[in-house]
């Protein structure tokens, strides 16, 4: 892994990195904590998706954990921990997840999760701000914060863009916890595939992206649609057309041209 922070990974207690067949695995391991997130944890998490953005050896990213759960969400003895904690302390906590989760929905590779168990709280955040997911027919969600008195407040921003109003409202409201198909239903994931096959499918489909799209055109898609939402239409539009005229000029974008016509096949991870 050329010009990556070998040395920090190496010394990384609760999260494994490592890239094979073009694609970065980050793993969460506390799974005697049901991969709970601590700010050790999230710290953690922002290096390994900083090294997998920088690793040129990767070109897509798979989040997965270790253990009978994806993640149950905070830490509970940490969260007590900060009830003692100030305002600016607090601020600060709440600041550290929101940059995580700001990282990977802004990464320039596509992320996707592989979620083998249940998802709740910020675990089903972490879930939801990937790209594509894919979870078994066991695993349950849901964001428990208001049962209590806590908010759901860092995912909402993401959900509203994701799901829409009237199913983040259903969710972050009442606080329910929803079986895999139902999370489908409603878009927090979108593949529920059995649990021997989950590896399996997720693999098939990093390495179909990894073969068969561009890397560069990905990453400019995955800019251009986290921008779009927050740009009126003239000035989408404008965007738009400026990023499509810039396409036009890529390398990707001719290489990709003279194979068409050519009727050659294109393998983009070579």
Same mark, same amino acid.
């Given at each position: ?19 094979? !067949? ?32 920088? !690793? ?215």
């Amino acid at each position: 892994m050329d010009n990556l922070p070998t040395q920090e990974l190496e010394a990384l207690r609760f999260i494994q990195y490592e890239c094979r !067949d073009a694609i970065g695995y980050i793993t969460l391991n506390r799974p005697e904590k049901r991969n709970a997130l601590s700010a050790e944890m999230v710290t953690e998490l922002k290096l390994a998706f900083t090294a997998a953005e920088e !690793d040129e050896h990767c070109k897509v990213v798979v989040l997965r954990a270790n253990g009978a759960a994806f993640c149950a969400g905070a830490d509970l003895s940490y969260i007590q921990e900060l009830q003692g904690f100030g305002y600016t302390d607090n601020l600060a906590d709440s600041t550290h997840l929101m940059q995580l989760f700001h990282q990977i929905y802004t990464l320039k590779k596509v992320v996707i999760g592989e979620v083998q168990g249940h998802a709740l709280a910020g675990g089903c955040g972490l879930a939801a701000i990937c790209d594509f997911a894919f979870t078994v027919p066991e695993a349950k969600f849901g964001y428990t914060e208001v049962k209590i008195g806590f908010l759901p407040a860092i995912v909402s921003v993401f959900l509203l863009r994701k799901i829409g109003e009237a199913c983040t409202k259903q969710l972050l409201l009442t606080g329910e916890i929803i079986g895999a198909q139902k999370a489908a239903e409603y878009g927090l994931v979108n593949f529920v595939v059995g649990r021997d096959e989950l590896a399996e499918q997720v693999y098939a489909f990093a390495r179909r992206l990894c073969t068969e799209n561009s890397g560069q055109s990905m990453e400019a898609t995955k800019e251009m649609l986290a921008r779009l939402p927050e740009m009126a239409l003239e000035d989408g539009l404008r965007y738009a057309a400026q990023m499509n005229a810039e396409a036009r000029g890529s390398v990707d974008c001719r290489r990709g041209i003279a194979a068409f016509l050519n009727k050659e096949k294109i393998s983009w991870d070579q």
